[in-house]
């Protein structure tokens, strides 16, 4: 068998090519804008952070900003049961905050049928990836709603995305 040899310079540009997109020293890439004409808010886990890692980081934040998580929906394992194939993996959390969503229900109580808010973890193509259905775009399906609602629903989106953010890295 013959070895090869690898220069050190070699083996760091390697290296470097297949790390994502990182800002300039060396910490992930900040979270993408909000599209406000899209109702899902999607972004990429960062390359060794695992499932558990999110969940856990999920969770952790979750208890920080005095969020509940009601249910867990792995839909993927009830995919699997049926016999079909899957590749990778997808379930969905719920997250909800009385505090700042009964702002929103008390004057809307239709808008339950959008609660409590759900953050997707799915795998695609061997990566894994978080998708929220973003409070702030539901709310437009009820029509001309007061400002203290819209501002409810801003807070409870802006949390949802930071607790994103937190677990894509898988920071606790």
């Not at 379930?91 to 004057?107: D, F, H, K, N, Q």
């Not at 978080?130 to 501002?151: E, F, I, M, S």
Request: hydrophobic share 45%; charged share 20%; net charge negative.
């Amino acid at each position: 068998m013959k070895i090869l040899s690898v220069s050190p310079a070699l083996a760091l540009l390697a290296s470097l090519i297949s790390l994502p997109a990182c800002a300039a020293d060396g910490r992930p890439a900040p979270m993408p804008p909000v599209n406000p004409d899209n109702a899902l808010y999607i972004v990429q886990v960062e390359p060794g952070v695992t499932h558990e890692d999110i969940v856990i980081s999920l969770d952790s934040a979750a208890q920080g900003k005095n969020f509940v998580s009601p249910a867990t929906f792995p839909i993927g394992e009830h995919i699997l049961e049926r016999g079909q194939q899957l590749q990778g993996l997808i379930e969905v959390r719920t997250y909800c905050s009385l505090g700042i969503g009964a702002e929103v229900l008390m004057e809307y109580p239709e808008f339950a049928a959008f609660a409590p808010c759900r953050i997707a973890i799915y795998e695609k193509q061997g990566k894994l990836y978080l998708a929220l259905d973003r409070p702030t775009y539901a709310l437009r399906h009820l029509g001309n709603v007061k400002q203290h609602a819209r501002d409810a629903a801003q807070e409870l989106e802006e949390t949802l995305i930071w607790m994103m953010d937190k677990a894509r890295k898988g920071e606790i």
